[in-house]
């Protein structure tokens, strides 16, 4: 199988090519020439397999370039109970009559992230010892991607991480998970700014294309096509768990932000899994629910990105977004092209002629959640089924059960553990013990790694020259 661009100006590429690239060279991002299709039969053969046999069954047909042998000890090291908490790895619970929760934060940061982020980690390992290449990753975050990228790259080989933080403005557990890491290459750089500014210094860095072949300097973010197709599992995971045969149809509800997620949803819908409605639940930034009900995309400005209390929503923009619109638009890349360009400068765009197409052929539907949504649907969760949920997750619950049509069975994702965000927990429900994993106890009390610098790209730079051997 070959990867081009959405922006059709990149030659056809293998997936390990893909898996270690940010945004296509014309821009764009990658994506299969076409996503495979399941026949009905091999997915009644799917309904049984354990999790790293239908991960591989899954796999397999993307990444072409990697012997089978190889892929499924990358796969059997990734998938692990030990790593996920239980052999189920996304364990499913009931809430109540066609109404699930599938558990995805069961990983090491407690966060959906660490599915992918896992798998990635292992793969980039083995596509740069078969390549003989080092990379180094450097990124900013105000949270959950931080720390997933962290533990699933800390001491791998060929493989460095900086990881930009804004100083003082992460939770004290989100602080601990990530500083408390004693690993050689992982770098923690806390800049005295916003998260913004983060970003900026990593964008500034990638920019300067001597710096950056010279230190092969790569990211890790949401658009990774690695990532979005070891998120695509869980999905046929998930339908197996609540139906008995492939005649049932189930919905999803997915908090949403920069659209990688339920992008995993739509391609296996696309894939032939009977999912009946992907439901986009999106917090006060509500782009992705303004175009799934009205067909209009509007980017918000900064000013006009809120800081809410599902932080891990928080976007300006979806970046995957493009990779639904190439689709949409019949894989028109000149068109997306356009489109994506103006996002760039801020413009929006509407395709309401397609919304038909958008809701019927696609089956996406969307809805939006607020603080005080979210309060009442913890608050509700907790005293009807016995169960807390985090703030992201209640999005998608308040959004499934406003949407749920008569007999539609809806399967939640769970995004994060609620001990990630107790004080919102708190604020909810009132003083209570949230229990949190084994492995993250004690937590807080370890010693802390970090270098806080000045908000200047120049002394991260330095930071990387001290730390990683240049390539030339
Ligand atoms: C990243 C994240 C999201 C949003 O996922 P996208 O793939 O960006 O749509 C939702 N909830 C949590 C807890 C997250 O960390």
Request: glycine share 6%; with cysteine.
């Amino acid at each position: 199988m070959k990867y081009i661009s959405t922006r059709g100006q990149t030659e056809p590429m293998d997936f390990s090519d893909v898996l270690l690239m940010g945004l296509a060279p014309d821009g764009g991002l990658m994506l299969p020439e076409h996503y495979p299709t399941v026949a009905s039969d091999v997915l009644e053969e799917w309904r049984h397999l354990s999790y790293t046999d239908l991960a591989l069954a899954i796999m397999q047909r993307f990444a072409t370039d990697i012997p089978y042998a190889d892929l499924k000890d990358i796969i059997d090291r990734t998938y692990t109970a030990d790593i996920f908490g239980s052999d189920d790895i996304v364990p499913v619970r009931k809430l109540e009559d066609n109404l699930y929760i599938l558990g995805l934060s069961n990983g090491p940061t407690l966060a959906f992230k660490d599915v992918a982020m896992q798998f990635l980690g292992n793969a980039f390992e083995y596509v740069l010892k078969r390549q003989d290449a080092r990379i180094t990753i450097i990124g900013a975050t105000s949270g959950d991607t931080g720390s997933a990228a962290e533990y699933a790259l800390r001491g791998k080989e060929n493989v460095e991480v900086f990881m930009l933080s804004p100083h003082g403005k992460m939770s004290e557990f989100q602080r601990a998970q990530m500083y408390s890491l004693t690993d050689d290459n992982i770098h923690n750089i806390a800049i005295k700014g916003m998260f913004d500014d983060c970003q900026d210094i990593v964008k500034a860095l990638q920019q300067d294309a001597e710096f950056k072949a010279k230190y092969n300097l790569g990211t890790v973010n949401s658009i990774n096509w690695g990532r979005i197709l070891a998120q695509i599992v869980y999905y046929f995971k998930a339908y197996f768990a609540v139906t008995d045969s492939n005649e049932e149809t189930v919905s999803f509800s997915v908090p949403s932000g920069n659209f990688g997620n339920i992008c995993a949803g739509h391609i296996a819908r696309e894939m032939g899994l009977p999912i009946e409605r992907l439901i986009v639940a999106t917090n006060e930034n509500d782009v992705l629910n303004d175009f799934f009900n009205q067909g209009a995309y509007q980017p918000r400005t900064t000013d006009k990105t809120y800081v809410t209390s599902s932080p891990s929503m928080d976007i300006s923009k979806a970046s995957n977004f493009e990779r639904f619109v190439y689709l949409l638009l019949e894989k028109d890349s000149a068109r997306v092209h356009e489109l994506f360009e103006g996002v760039k400068s801020g413009q929006g765009f509407d395709l309401s002629e397609v919304m038909e197409q958008v809701n019927n052929r696609y089956g996406f539907a969307a809805g939006k959640s607020t603080h005080a949504d979210r309060l009442h649907t913890i608050k509700e969760v907790y005293e009807q089924y016995g169960e807390l949920v985090d703030p992201h997750t209640a999005d998608g619950i308040k959004v499934a059960k406003e949407l749920q049509q008569e007999g539609e069975v809806i399967i939640c994702a769970e995004t994060a553990l609620p001990v990630k965000f107790a004080e919102t927990i708190i604020e909810a429900v009132g003083p209570i013990e949230i229990a949190r994993p084994k492995h993250t106890e004690g937590l807080e009390d370890l010693e802390q790694h970090v270098t806080v610098l000045d908000n200047k790209a120049e002394l991260v730079a330095e930071q990387i020259r001290q730390h990683v051997a240049s390539n030339v």
